[in-house]
Structure formats: C-alpha cells, structure tokens
T-cell receptor, first 113, second 111 residues
Framework: GAGVSQSPSNKVTEKGKDVELRCDPI?????LYWYRQSLGQGLEFLIY????????KSGLPSDRFSAERTGGSVSTLTIQRTQQEDSAVYLC???????????FGNGTRLTVT | GEDVEQSLFLSVREGDSSVINCTYT??????LYWYKQEPGAGLQLLTY?????DMKQDQRLTVLLNKKDKHLSLRIADTQTGDSAIYFC???????????FGGGTRVLVKP
C-alpha cells in the first residue's frame, strides 16, 4: 500500500484479556518498529525488526508484551492479560532497510477498561 | 542516557513565523528529525537533518542545528491554521534506527 497500515484503529478491551494489534508496513520496507504513545510518557520505543536479524526487544515493558513479524512483512503486537496502564496509542513505523526515515501509521488506540 | 527535550506549548498568530526548539543530550546523535502529529493521526515526517549539516530549508520549513550546544530548531514561515498540531523532535544514531523522541510541542495558530 501507499503507507503504513494499522488495524484496528480503535480497540476497547476488558482488563485481563489478550489483544493483538496488526501492522502492514510500506511494501519493500525491511525495518519495522513499534512505539507506544501515552499521556505523560510521550513516545516510547517498544521493539524493532530489521530483515532476518533477531529483533531488538529492549523497549518492551514487560513479558506480557510480544511481537512477531511473519515473512518479513506484516507484524503483530500481542499484549497478554491487559492492564489499565496498557491503555495508549500503539504506533507502527517502517523504513527502507533501516537506512531511511521512519514512516508511521495512524496507530491503534487501545483502551483497557 | 539519551534525552530529548522540548517546550510544551507555542501560540502564534496566522502569518507570523513559528520557532520550535529542541535540545538533546546524546552527542553521538547522527540524524535529527521533526515530525508533525495532527489530532487522531500518526506522525508525519516533516524534515530531517544529518549531524554534519547546520541548516536545511524545505519550502516554509527551516531546520537549524547547533551541534556544539546540542540544539535543534524548526522555523515555520508564514504559519497557517493548518500548521496547528503537535511537533516532535527526535534523534537517532543511524538513519532509520530506533528514534528517541522529545515530549512534543503543541503549536496553536490563532487567526
């Protein structure tokens, strides 16, 4: 597609449930990033995929968070046993071989009730 | 560690110039970026500058970099109401590598 696509755009879930957030990067972009944007925390880096290399998971806040990237393209961010503090906008970005600026999707707004 | 700081808010009259400032601490920062975020939208890349440059101009946008003081600014000429948004400064050590963002500056353009 023309840009980074994320789905769903909004997700409301009950505390304790698992959620999956999806990201479709720009075609041909080998680098993919997840960020979280929450009030009072700004933009936090979560995880980074580059080609076939092991992902950089250094930003994941807890072991309830995981992400995978299948076939070097689509990525899924999974949050298990959601907590209210997980409520935020989750932004995905991609770049060309990790050597060009990041292009962001519109994000998924997650609300944990 | 890395830290990027911006002022929280800027109010400007339509037609005037806006200047948004950013400071960073990591002297090994190689690329510095400006992103714009409108309500309900993701981050839109506005412009970026490599650390060996001190200025970059792109239409109404001018980026100034003072590497010695680790200070970055974004000047928007002839500010329009459509420029009202949150502007984020970000830095990385390599292009496309994970970015460290400032907290964002909310710009309000008054008619």
């Amino acid at each position: 597609g023309a840009g980074v696509s994320q789905s769903p755009s909004n997700k409301v879930t009950e505390k304790g449930k698992d959620v999956e957030l999806r990201c479709d990067p720009i075609s041909g972009h080998t680098a993919l990033y997840w960020y979280r944007q929450s009030l009072g925390q700004g933009l936090e880096f979560l995880i980074y995929f580059q080609g076939n290399s092991a992902p950089d998971k250094s930003g994941l806040p807890s072991d309830r968070f995981s992400a995978e990237r299948t076939g070097g393209s689509v990525s899924t961010l999974t949050i298990q046993r959601t907590q209210q503090e997980d409520s935020a906008v989750y932004l995905c970005a991609s770049s060309l071989r990790g050597q060009s600026p990041l292009h962001f999707g519109n994000g998924t707004r997650l609300t944990v009730t | 560690g890395e830290d990027v700081e911006q002022s929280l808010f800027l109010s400007v009259r339509e037609g005037d110039s806006s200047v948004i400032n950013c400071t960073y601490t990591d002297s090994s920062s190689t690329y510095l970026y400006w992103y714009k975020q409108e309500p309900g939208a993701g981050l839109q890349l506005l412009t970026y500058i490599f650390s060996n440059m001190d200025m970059k101009q792109d239409q109404r946008l001018t980026v100034l970099l003072n590497k010695k003081d680790k200070h970055l600014s974004l000047r928007i000429a002839d500010t329009q109401t459509g420029d009202s948004a949150i502007y984020f400064c970000a830095e990385s050590m390599t292009a496309g590598n994970k970015l460290t963002f400032g907290g964002g500056t909310r710009v309000l353009v008054k008619p």
